[in-house]
C-alpha cells in the first residue's frame, strides 16, 4: 500500500478494488500472525500495561480519536498495536476466564458474520441465519430432553440477559398484565436462588422490580448447573420436585455447565434438567463457541413472543409474502441483534455433536489430572473437599514461610494477599493468567478453570510451576 493511500481510495471508491484487496489482505496476514503466536507457547499471554501507560500513547500507538483522516499503513500499524497490547485468550496457558480458546471453524464463521453484517430480527434480511438459529436451537431442546425439541428460544447477549429472559417470561407466564398494567398488577414478588449461584440472577430481579423481603409471593427459582466459582451442580431433580408442588417457575442457569449435556460422561450431573420451564446455555464457555454465544431455551411455544412483542409495523409487517413467523426479532427485548448463530452452526457441523463431547470429557479430564496432582502436594490447600464436579479447581497456595503457620486472623490476612500477588506478577511476566476471589468467608484463592481446546497437561505443569517460582519467598 502506498503511505499517501487512505480510507477513501477503498471500495465504493473508483478503481478502489485493488487497494481494497491490498489491504485486506495486510489484515488478513496481520490477523494469522497473530493467530500462529497465539498457539505458540514462547508467545506470552500478555503484555501487560497499567490503563494511564496505554493512554499516554505506547511507541506510537496512539489511542486518541482524529479530526484527520489517518493513512490506511497508519491503521494497519493500529490494527497490529491493538492486538500487540491485548490477551490472547486463545493462548493455551489463559486459563482466566470460563470462556476461553479460539477455535478456527468458529473465527472464520466470525469473519463470515461480520462479512454478511446483517440484523437478526427478521427473516427478510437473514434468512439463511434465522433457520439455522431455528434448527439449532431445537437441537439443543432435544438434547435437553424436551419432547421432539419443541420449545421456543433465542441466542442473547450473554447469560445475564439469557437469565434476564427467564425471570421476564416467568413474570409473563403468572401475571400477563404486567406488561400492560406493569408491576402493580401483580402481587410483591420474590425469586429464589443459591449463595453460591450466578449474580445476574439478582441483577434481573433488581432490574425488574422484584424484592428480597419474606412475605413476597414467590415466583421462580434458579437452580445453577455448573457455579461460576466452584463449578457445583445443584440437585435439579430435588428442586423440580418443590418447583412443582408449589407451581413455581424452575430455571437451570446452565451457562457454564450447560456444555456437560453434550457429553454422556458427564451429562447426569444435569440429571432433572428436562423437568425445567427454562435453560440457559452458553456455547461461548464450555463449548469453545467464539464470544457471544448464549442460549435463553423454554419449553412453552410462543411464550417469549407473547411476553415481549410489540409488533412494530414499520419491521414486523403481518402481510409479507412469506411465512412471518420466522421474523424472530419480535420475541426479543432487543431491536438489532447480532448473528451469534452462523460460528456456533459451523463449529457443529465441523465437529459433529461427537466433537463437543471430546472436547468437554478432554477438559474435564485435565482439570482431575490438576486436581490429582495438588490435592496432597505440599503447599497447596484445596477450598472444597472431593473433587470437582466440573472443571473448576480451587486452591490456595501457602508460600513456604506461611506453611507452619498457626490457623488464625493473621495467618488469614496474610493469605488473603497471596493470590493477588502472584497473579499481578503472572500478568507483569506474562506468561500466564488464571482467576482469583474471595468466597463468603473465604480469604482469595485461586480458580482454575479448563475450557480451551489447546490447554495441555503440560500447560497445567507449567502452571503449578509458575505459581510457586513467583510464590516463593
Ligand atoms: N459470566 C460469568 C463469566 C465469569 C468468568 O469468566 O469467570
Redesign the pocket.
Known sequence: LLPSTSFSDLLPAKNGEEPTMQFLLEVVDILTNYIRKTFDRSTKVLDFHHPHQLLEGMEGFNLELSDQPESLEQILVDCRDTLKYGVRTGHPRFF????TGLDIIGLAGEWLTSTANTNMFTYEIAPVFVLMEQLTLKKMREIIGWPNGEGDGLFSP???ISNMYSVMIARYKYFPEVKTKGMSAAPRLVLFTSEHS?Y?ITKAGAALGFGKENGYVPLFVNATAGT??YGAFDPINDIADICEKYNLWLHVDG??GGGLLMSRRHRHKLSGVERANSVTW?PH?MMGVPLQCSAILVREKGILQGCNSMCAGYLFQPDKQYDVTYDTGDKAIQCGRHVDIFKFWLMWKAKGTVGFEQHIDRCLELSEYLYNKIKNRPGYEMVFQGEPQHTNVCFWYIPPSMRNMPDGEERRERLHKVAPKIKAMMMESGTTMV?YQPQGDKVNFF?M?ISNHAATRSDIDFLIDEIERLGHD
Open positions: 482466566n476466564q470460563l470462556s450473554g447469560g445475564a450466578h445476574s461460576t466459582v451457562a457454564w452458553n464457555k482467576g480458580r478453570v
